[in-house]
């Protein structure tokens, strides 16, 4: 349990997840029964096609976490896509979603590794003005 914890913060989970709601939710929208016509012509494909790529968008956010400003960026415009053909992007909730996942994936940073060995000490530094450093 400890060993899934240290792998989810070590990227954007929370980023990735959201993301892959959002392709669920705009993928399974043509096809749930929500009281509503929803016609299953281009806005249908789109949202089977859009649905997909969101959801590998999300597990791009899991499995490459280094380019997470990229994928943050496909992200949005793929919700923006589905926003105009799949369906208003499964009526907001899965645009809503996915441009939540984009901004949590921009906005996370890799938490420093601590350093080990004996230059983790505070040692003064060279340019600051309590450093004593001999005059000229």
Known sequence: MA?????????PFGAGLLTMLAGAEILLTPVAGVGLVVHPGFAGQAGLVLGIVLIGLGALFWLVPAQRACTAVFTIAAALAALLAANLAGFGIGLLLALTGAAAGMAWTPAEA????RHSRNVP?????????PGP
């Open 3 to 11: 060993s899934v914890a240290a792998w989810r913060h070590r990227r």
């Open 125 to 133: 530094n060279r340019l600051s003005p309590d450093a004593s450093r």
């Open 114 to 117: 601590p350093r080990a060995g």
